[in-house]
Antibody, heavy 123, light 107 residues
Framework: QVQLQESGPGLVKPSGTLSLTCAVS?????????WSWVRQPPGKGLEWIGE???????NYNPSLKSRVTISVDKSKNQFSLKLSSVTAADTAVYYC????????????????WGKGTTVTVSS | AIWMTQSPSLLSASTGDRVTISCRMS??????LAWYQQKPGKAPELLIY???TLQSGVPSRFSGSGSGTDFTLTISCLQSEDFATYYC?????????FGQGTKVEIK
């Protein structure tokens, strides 16, 4: 079955760029799914960041859109998140997740999740 | 963005109890609602999608109902492994949004 694994620096300096990668195993990133990023600040709820299809089509949360870039690397079977101009408010556990396809669009719910990676923004 | 209000925020219950969690939307979303379970230090797990469709492998004691603006997650007979935090999520319109969570704790 498909498994997802997040990786990237656990500490990022304020005003810097957070960069994470999600490796997809047990299946192809070019399958009929969208791929999402979700984050969870310490002790708080879940926030959807954005999603990407293997074609490169993306959808972003407007609250983060000006700072977010999600990309896909089909040759490595992975997708990535970049979040620029980070502050302490971006400290969170970051999850990657799979969204099944519904027609030609993302179904919207997430049926497979990575274990998550903690990113702290601090000098 | 569509916002939701989950209630209660904290629910104290005993093993064997029937528990109900509510999710009320700021606008109608048809049946585009999912429920997730999250245990401490773990990723969320999908329980229900399309408001009432049980995800494969999820025990039948979990059920979902509702449409439009009012939705409910019911656990018919609470088991020890069900003590966790539950989130609803709408996927009717972007951005996808989650409820604030309901923590089910041991009474």
């Amino acid at each position: 079955q498909v498994q997802l694994q997040e990786s990237g620096p656990g500490l990022v300096k304020p005003s810097g760029t957070l960069s994470l990668t999600c490796a997809v195993s047990g299946g192809s990133i070019s399958s009929s799914n969208w791929w999402s990023w979700v984050r969870q600040p310490p002790g708080k709820g879940l926030e959807w960041i954005g999603e990407i299809y293997h074609s490169g089509s993306t959808n972003y949360n407007p609250s983060l859109k000006s700072r977010v870039t999600i990309s896909v690397d089909k040759s490595k079977n992975q997708f990535s998140l970049k979040l620029s101009s980070v502050t302490a408010a971006d400290t969170a556990v970051y999850y990657c997740a799979r969204e099944p396809l519904a027609g030609i669009a993302a179904a919207g719910y997430m049926d497979v999740w990575g274990k998550g990676t903690t990113v702290t923004v601090s000098s | 963005a569509i916002w939701m209000t989950q209630s209660p925020s904290l629910l104290s219950a005993s093993t064997g109890d029937r528990v109900t969690i509510s999710c009320r939307m700021s606008q109608g979303i048809s049946s585009y609602l999912a429920w997730y379970q999250q245990k401490p230090g773990k990723a969320p797990e999908l329980l229900i999608y399309a408001a009432s469709t049980l995800q494969s492998g999820v025990p039948s004691r979990f059920s979902g109902s509702g449409s439009g603006t009012d939705f409910t997650l019911t656990i018919s007979c609470l088991q020890s492994e069900d003590f966790a935090t539950y989130y609803c999520q709408q996927y009717y319109s972007f951005p996808w949004t989650f409820g604030q969570g309901t923590k089910v704790e041991i009474k």
